[in-house]
């Protein structure tokens, strides 16, 4: 059992109140933390850093010919890893599988997983014309549990019961985290609504770094709660103008270092130990926002040397072939039937212009079937870790 803070005892942020049925429950105060932040030169020189590797992420995003070619594949990854923090075990091969196939999904996982893609989706539209508020957050609530196992937790409706964090088979009593009840936590949330929007001095990072824990500490959902919180980082992150396209993603980094994603979060209520989250995340958007760079760039090369290929090799069909493969870098996974649909051509030519672009090994097949045949875009695809882990991705041959 986690040993919880006296009740009473205040920290920077909040306090631990008995409540009438015996448990205890967190009240988080308002933001911004008071005292502010401590930013020492420590901190201080990780924000610099974390600034200058976005800056040089939006810059590389800047020079890419289409970028909606490639900011899809990343906000898909981002859909898969959020979800498999929460346990869910649907990997991107399954995702990329079942939009080529348009198949209903086959899990929960599975549904879970695409979900969150259009639930980051929907988001990213609405914000064109509409400010971040709780409104549009339950919205996207209401888009990621959509015919989901949560679909009985009130999809769309802040909760009106009392929630917790724990272990299976823990209680209010054994919890190690119990959010503030519905009226504390309404306040809460209204609050976090002003802070989001004001207009007192603090670096967008820092903003968006304490306005995730507060929000995972408001835990206002029934279900659902770490997933829309990491949406809402993406969205603060666009909201802010620290990005100019949707290319940075942290559940990467947040999967790999679950554990401490978690202490630092609960170290914020138990110890007001804002300064070590903040250094935690921006060390999270400094990675990230370097690997991403790397990987377009990688991408930018993949494409030229590819569509040379295309064009050396396929005489009257590259224009056809040229096309099919810019689509490859939205959806990875192929099969003749979507091909042919993608370019609008008979069912024999897009199946003729597969198989030359497998003789080119640009494409894969990865079923070994004779008729209803799937191929990968492999060179592109081991671009992602999350895709070279699936072993369905790269049979042995």
Same mark, same amino acid.
């Given at each position: 059992?986690?040993?919880?803070?006296?009740?009473?005892?205040?920290?920077? %942020?909040g306090?631990?109140?008995?409540?009438?049925?015996?448990?205890?429950?967190?009240?988080?105060?308002?933001?911004?933390?008071d005292?502010?932040?401590?930013?020492?030169?420590?901190?201080?020189?990780?924000?610099? @850093?974390?600034?200058?590797?976005?800056?040089?992420?939006?810059g590389?995003?800047?020079?890419?010919?289409? $970028?909606?070619?490639?900011?899809?594949?990343?906000?898909?990854?981002?859909?898969?890893?959020?979800?498999?923090?929460?346990?869910?075990?649907?990997?991107?091969?399954?995702?990329?599988?079942?939009?080529? @196939?348009?198949?209903?999904?086959?899990?929960?996982?599975?549904?879970?997983?695409?979900?969150?893609?259009?639930?980051? !989706?929907?988001?990213?539209?609405?914000?064109k014309?509409?400010?971040?508020?709780?409104?549009?957050?339950?919205?996207?609530?209401?888009?990621?549990?959509?015919?989901?196992?949560?679909?009985?937790?009130?999809?769309? $409706?802040?909760?009106?019961?009392?929630?917790?964090?724990?272990?299976?088979?823990?209680?209010?009593?054994?919890?190690r985290?119990?959010?503030?009840?519905?009226?504390?936590?309404?306040?809460?949330?209204?609050?976090?609504?002003?802070?989001?929007?004001?207009?007192?001095?603090?670096?967008?990072?820092?903003?968006?770094?304490v306005?995730h %824990?507060?929000?995972?500490?408001?835990?206002?959902?029934?279900?659902?709660?770490?997933?829309?919180?990491?949406?809402?980082?993406?969205?603060?992150?666009?909201?802010y103008?620290?990005? !100019?396209?949707?290319?940075?993603?942290?559940?990467y980094?947040?999967?790999?270092?679950?554990?401490?994603?978690?202490?630092?979060?609960?170290?914020?209520?138990?110890?007001?130990?804002?300064?070590?989250?903040?250094?935690?995340?921006?060390q999270?958007?400094?990675?990230?926002?370097? @690997?991403?760079?790397?990987?377009?760039?990688?991408i930018?090369?993949?494409?030229?040397?590819?569509?040379q290929?295309?064009?050396? +090799?396929?005489?009257?069909?590259? %224009?056809?072939?040229?096309?099919?493969?810019?689509?490859?870098?939205?959806?990875?996974?192929?099969?003749?039937?979507?091909?042919?649909?993608?370019?609008?051509?008979?069912?024999? +030519?897009?199946?003729?212009?597969?198989?030359r672009?497998?003789?080119? $090994?640009?494409?894969?097949?990865?079923?070994?079937?004779?008729? +209803?045949?799937?191929?990968m875009?492999?060179?592109y695809?081991?671009?992602?870790?999350?895709?070279? @882990?699936?072993?369905?991705?790269?049979? $042995?041959?």
């Amino acid at each position: 059992m986690v040993s919880i803070p006296h009740p009473g005892r205040a920290t920077r %942020a909040g306090v631990y109140l008995p409540q009438p049925a015996g448990y205890r429950a967190f009240i988080p105060k308002n933001l911004p933390p008071d005292p502010p932040l401590d930013v020492d030169a420590a901190l201080a020189t990780l924000l610099s @850093e974390a600034d200058s590797a976005v800056g040089r992420l939006d810059g590389v995003a800047s020079t890419l010919p289409d $970028e909606g070619l490639f900011v899809g594949m990343y906000a898909l990854r981002e859909a898969v890893l959020s979800s498999q923090i929460e346990g869910t075990q649907a990997s991107l091969v399954d995702v990329l599988t079942a939009q080529t @196939e348009a198949e209903q999904p086959r899990s929960d996982d599975l549904r879970e997983a695409q979900n969150y893609g259009i639930a980051m !989706h929907y988001g990213l539209e609405r914000l064109k014309t509409l400010p971040l508020s709780l409104r549009l957050i339950r919205e996207i609530h209401a888009k990621l549990l959509d015919g989901t196992r949560g679909t009985n937790r009130d999809p769309g $409706e802040f909760r009106r019961s009392q929630n917790w964090i724990g272990a299976a088979g823990s209680d209010l009593s054994t919890a190690r985290f119990v959010p503030p009840p519905p009226p504390d936590m309404t306040s809460a949330l209204e609050s976090l609504e002003l802070f989001l929007h004001s207009t007192e001095p603090m670096p967008p990072l820092l903003r968006v770094a304490v306005a995730h %824990a507060q929000f995972e500490t408001i835990h206002p959902f029934l279900d659902g709660n770490g997933r829309v919180g990491r949406l809402l980082i993406t969205f603060l992150l666009c909201t802010y103008g620290v990005l !100019h396209r949707p290319l940075l993603y942290l559940s990467y980094f947040l999967k790999a270092h679950r554990a401490e994603y978690y202490d630092r979060l609960q170290a914020v209520r138990d110890e007001g130990a804002w300064e070590a989250w903040t250094a935690f995340f921006l060390q999270g958007v400094r990675q990230v926002a370097d @690997e991403a760079a790397g990987t377009a760039r990688q991408i930018l090369r993949l494409r030229e040397r590819h569509r040379q290929v295309v064009t050396d +090799n396929l005489g009257k069909g590259a %224009a056809n072939g040229l096309l099919l493969l810019e689509s490859l870098y939205r959806q990875p996974v192929v099969t003749n039937r979507s091909a042919g649909k993608t370019l609008g051509i008979a069912p024999a +030519n897009a199946t003729a212009l597969v198989r030359r672009l497998e003789s080119l $090994e640009l494409l894969t097949e990865t079923t070994g079937r004779k008729r +209803n045949k799937r191929y990968m875009y492999y060179p592109y695809l081991t671009l992602f870790p999350e895709a070279q @882990e699936d072993p369905r991705a790269f049979p $042995e041959s």
